[in-house]
């Protein structure tokens, strides 16, 4: 019972050591954080991080000297009572030492422009022969379409492992900016242009991303995920994606809710291929393509189901959130409150979970 | 020839239907004045006023960033004040705060008895203050629905009074502030409003400029003005220079919004990136136009409480010029991202570390100041310090933006938002407040409390670092800006909850500062006239500074000639005070506080603020066109602001006398010719 006893220590002096000690928790990433720059998972992004530590430790080891030197300079300096300093000499400046602090800063600068320059054309533009995603933005969540199969999808870009891929980017409404941390930097879409993002991750996973351009009300809601799985893998998820949607059994739940989609608001913007064929033209706002929405880790702007690795449930249960009043959970939302029942909402679930 | 002119003004003025206002203090004397002291004065207030309404809104910003998914604020109230907190804390409170330093001083260390175009200094405050007006009445007249889609209009937000203020970013980017996306009024608010304040911001410029070149004191050449007085110079020209590309492209947009062009709209071929050009061909310098005055404040402090001459004086000087020069061939590394051409992303990296010489040459010559000095730890130079030591961080971040590749992470997340804190709340803010101390003895004749100072510098300085130190982490682990909610599941609850501790600890130190003015200004101890042993010409008057300035207006020998008539040097080099020097001071002191003869200041007039109204008034009437009350809008604005330059121009330059004499120009053959007024040759 004889250890020392912190609370000896008066609150306002705890209360420092204790925010700073939840500082450094949060930021050291002890946490799992999805979109951690820092934590790059393929060969893009960490060719960016291979640049910036060299540049960071140089800036840290600038910053020690100039706070030393000026601490110092306080230090050894200053007036303290009883102690009076001599009057200082003055002295108007050294033109050899400002021929050093231009000459030196400058030769730095040179260093560090050297690997920006060649690694900014190494990553700017996509390789030859990358397989190519069209990336559409729009209020507020990411479309793919891939030009080479067919398949059209949102919020998840499913891509292949290891393999060089070409985002060719443009916006539907405003700007927006796509950025998947752990794989590259960020890109803008923008209207009227196209723009290209280069993508490579080195493991299957997901990886978290979130529109970075501040594109209206709901930029928060705006995010992405990138999954990356093995070529096997990709092929026949391309095949599955290029199938019409699941019937649901006769007499199911999810058939009560496959009506219920056909009657309300739904179709008005939503596709289900072999459900509702419409003229994409004629939809009233770009809404995601639902044939295989179960397929899909996350919808509603890749937002919802929140968790890291979500189960079923909570699937379902982020699905019944969004369902129950999608312009609460995405201010300006263009889908509206659909004023549906908790039982309708059930069938809805049910159909589209049925949907992979 | 001079004679002529007097003359001539005597008749025009016996001819004249009305007289110009002569009150002295009161209300009225603040809205008439034409004083660089008042008006400067009264830009302070303001500014301070806009700095609390900014500071309250980034408080109410960082409670709702406290925790992940926040609910203290909707998405439209917190959109609405990460915009206007920008909008306020630049255009609002950092602008026309140096302002109010430019004002107050400029004219004081030049040796000059007021600006070159005192009625223009008013009109440019009063535009300042109803463009600062004219925004916040967004408050309760702004709309913002939410965006169409299609023909279908997105989910309807609940009406709030936060939920109605400009809700674009203060970047105003295209196409999300254009009349499809950004429906409602909201957003003309900003625009128009930033438009009427650059009107002010123009018209001081070019009065500045004017000023420091034609009205310096006998003897005061370039090279021996102050540096404050050289950073204001850049300030003007960089001012003069990138508002015209910001009034241009506000234009453009106010016709897209307001009048179906379509310069930015993309489905007609118009090009969003053109707005983003135009505005940062602005907006960079904007930057300089923000740290500048901060970086002459602490060339002017840290020598005095060095006890030392400013080390590398010139080369402080032309790295100030080479900054603002350089300023302006950066713009686009606020757009790596935008899909700009690698080339020119390469150009634009090279040109932005280029930066970081002069900026260098200047922290590091600020150093070579304090070395080697005796260091008074006063308040201001705690200030001046603090600001060497925060910038220092800014500028090294701002190195790493520079390193194109990195940018593509860090641009758009909140790695950006600690950087330019760092350079514009660690820089700028305290710089200022080091001036804030340093020269609020010269104003009000007291000191500002040491004890409450020291305990405002150190709140700050851990509120700064709280506050804006995390950023970098979260940044870069991804939080991105603008958004006002992060999810938990992002690991950034923890790093968001300290820097909103910071932001309250930030907010305590500003309450102290306040508690200090009021009780300072009131009780302070009586400031002595040469308070801190001070460099330049503004500490040879009395305090406070009388209202016209100089009664003798003073010749100068060299640079900190003031200094040089109280110390001389012994043969090592160190300064030695010399035995005449109080009788020296006490003589200035008496002489400028006691003029032999009456002196001839710039008369008052209403018109300056009529203008600022009308103004006001016709941008509502553009805002409001399409609405029956639009047109008289306009038409009552016109015919304010028509009418007051009309009565301006015609009201009699100064008050009727009958004295017939004239001296004529005396030292300052420029001065007399740029304003008659300012010479005191028609004795009465």
């Not at chain 2, 002569?22 to 004083?35: E, H, K, M, N, V």
């Not at chain 2, 260390?109 to 009109?123: E, L, Q, T, Y």
Request: proline share 7%.
């Amino acid at each position: 019972m004889n250890r020392p006893r912190r609370s000896d220590l008066p609150l306002f002096k705890r209360l420092p050591l204790l925010l700073l000690a939840v500082g450094l928790l949060g930021s050291c990433g002890r946490v799992e954080q999805p979109l951690n720059s820092f934590d790059s998972q393929g060969p893009i992004a960490e060719r960016i991080n291979d640049l910036f530590w060299p540049v960071f430790w140089g800036a840290t080891v600038i910053f020690v000297l100039v706070q030393g030197a000026l601490l110092l300079a306080v230090f050894l300096f200053r007036e303290r009572k009883g102690k009076e300093r001599p009057e200082p000499k003055q002295i108007a400046g050294n033109t050899r030492l400002e021929l050093i602090w231009t000459v030196v800063p400058t030769l730095i600068l040179a260093a560090i422009a050297v690997p920006t320059i060649t690694t900014l054309f190494d990553l700017a533009e996509c390789p030859a022969g990358a397989m190519e995603i069209e990336v559409i933005g729009h209020q507020w969540w990411f479309e793919f379409r891939y030009p080479d199969s067919g398949v059209v999808t949102a919020n998840v870009m499913v891509i292949p492992e290891d393999t060089e891929v070409c985002a060719k980017m443009t916006s539907d409404d405003v700007l927006h900016n796509f950025w998947i941390p752990k794989l590259a930097g960020k890109r803008y879409l923008v209207p009227g242009q196209e723009t290209e993002q280069r993508l490579y991750a080195e493991q299957p996973g997901e990886y978290w991303g979130h529109c970075a351009e501040f594109c209206g009300l709901s930029h928060a809601r705006m995010r992405a995920r990138v999954e990356a799985m093995t070529q096997a893998d990709f092929e026949a998820w391309t095949t599955e994606q290029l199938m019409p949607a699941a019937t649901p059994a006769p007499g199911s739940e999810a058939e009560r809710g496959q009506e219920i989609f056909l009657a309300g608001t739904c179709v008005g913007c939503h596709i289900i291929d072999g459900v509702n064929n419409p003229d994409p033209e004629t939809l009233t706002v770009p809404a995601p393509d639902l044939t295989h929405f179960a397929s899909r880790s996350v919808f509603a702007g890749a937002t919802l189901p929140a968790q890291l690795s979500p189960t079923d449930a909570d699937w379902e249960a982020g699905l019944r959130l969004w369902l129950t009043d999608p312009p609460t959970w995405k201010p300006g939302s263009f889908m509206p409150e659909l004023g549906l029942t908790a039982d309708e909402i059930d069938a809805l679930v049910a159909y589209l979970s049925s949907l992979e | 020839m001079a004679i002529d002119v007097a003359d001539e003004r005597v008749e025009q003025a016996e001819t004249t239907l009305y007289r110009r206002p002569r009150l002295t203090y009161g209300f009225w004397s603040w809205i008439t004045t034409a004083d660089h002291k008042k008006i400067g004065m009264m830009y302070g207030y303001t500014a301070f006023f806009f700095f609390i309404a900014g500071g309250i809104e980034a408080l109410l910003l960082r409670i709702q960033l406290a925790g992940p998914e926040g609910a203290f604020l909707s998405a439209a109230e917190y959109n609405g004040l990460f915009t206007t907190h920008a909008v306020t804390m630049i255009f609002l409170f950092v602008m026309p705060i140096s302002a109010a330093f430019f004002n107050y001083l400029l004219p004081l260390m030049i040796g000059a008895r007021d600006v070159a175009f005192p009625r223009m200094n008013a009109v440019s405050f009063w535009i300042f203050l109803f463009g600062g007006i004219f925004i916040y009445s967004s408050l309760i007249f702004g709309t913002s629905p939410p965006p169409v889609g299609g023909n279908l209009p997105g989910g309807a937000i609940e009406p709030s009074l936060l939920g109605s203020i400009p809700n674009s970013g203060w970047f105003i980017y295209a196409p999300n502030s254009g009349a499809t996306y950004s429906p409602g009024t909201s957003i003309d608010y900003a625009v128009l409003g930033l438009q009427i304040l650059g009107v002010a911001s123009l018209i001081s410029a070019v009065n500045f400029i004017v000023t420091i070149l034609n009205m310096r004191a006998k003897g005061m050449r370039l090279l021996r003005m102050p540096v404050f007085v050289w950073m204001t110079l850049v300030v003007a020209l960089l001012l003069l220079f990138s508002l015209p590309i910001i009034a241009i492209a506000l234009f453009m947009l106010t016709f897209d919004r307001l009048f179906g062009t379509l310069f930015f709209v993309a489905e007609a071929g118009g090009d969003p990136i053109l707005w983003q050009h135009l505005f940062w061909l602005f907006g960079h310098p904007e930057v300089y136009i923000l740290i500048l005055p901060a970086m002459g404040i602490v060339s002017e402090t840290l020598p005095v409480f060095s006890k030392k001459p400013l080390f590398g004086y010139p080369a402080v000087v032309f790295a100030g010029a080479a900054i603002a020069f350089l300023g302006f061939g950066v713009w686009a590394h606020h757009m790596f991202s935008s899909g700009i051409p690698t080339v020119a992303q390469a150009a634009f990296g090279l040109s932005t570390m280029t930066i970081a010489i002069p900026t260098g040459i200047k922290i590091f010559n600020w150093l070579g100041t304090v070395w080697g000095g005796r260091v008074r730890l006063n308040t201001p130079m705690l200030f001046s310090l603090g600001f060497v030591a925060l910038f220092v961080i800014g500028g090294l971040s701002g190195v790493t933006h520079a390193v194109v590749p990195s940018d593509w992470q860090q641009t758009d997340t909140y790695y950006i938002v600690a950087h330019f804190h760092y350079v514009l709340f660690g820089g700028a803010i305290f710089g200022l407040f080091a001036g804030i101390y340093y020269w609020f003895p010269k104003v009000t004749g007291r000191m500002l409390g040491e004890g409450m100072g020291k305990t405002h510098f150190w709140l700050m300085f851990i509120g700064m670092n709280l506050t804006f130190g995390p950023m970098h982490w979260l940044g870069l682990q991804g939080m991105v800006r603008r958004t006002w909610v992060y999810p938990e599941e992002a690991g950034l609850g923890a790093g968001n909850f300290v820097v909103t501790v910071g932001a309250f600890v930030i907010a305590l130190g500003v309450l102290v500062f306040m508690i200090n003015w009021v009780y300072s200004k009131r009780r302070g101890v009586p400031a002595p006239n040469d308070p801190w042993d001070a460099r330049t010409l503004e500490w040879t008057m009395p305090s406070p500074t009388p209202e016209y300035n100089f009664a003798v207006e003073p010749t100068v020998t060299s640079l900190d000639d003031f200094w040089y008539q109280k110390y001389g040097e012994d043969e090592e080099g160190r300064a030695v005070r010399k035995p005449e020097a109080d009788q020296v001071v006490d003589d200035l002191i008496y002489r400028n506080g006691h003029p032999d003869q009456e002196i001839h200041l710039p008369a008052p007039s209403y018109f300056p603020f009529f203008v600022g109204l009308g103004i006001m008034v016709i941008a509502y009437g553009i805002m409001y066109h399409t609405r029956p009350f639009g047109i008289p809008l306009l038409v009552t604005g016109a015919f304010l602001t028509v009418g007051a330059l009309i009565a301006w121009g015609s009201e009699p330059l100064e008050e009727v006398h009958h004295d017939d004499h004239h001296d004529g120009p005396e030292d300052g053959p420029e001065a007399a010719e740029t304003e008659p007024a300012m010479t005191d040759g028609a004795a009465g």
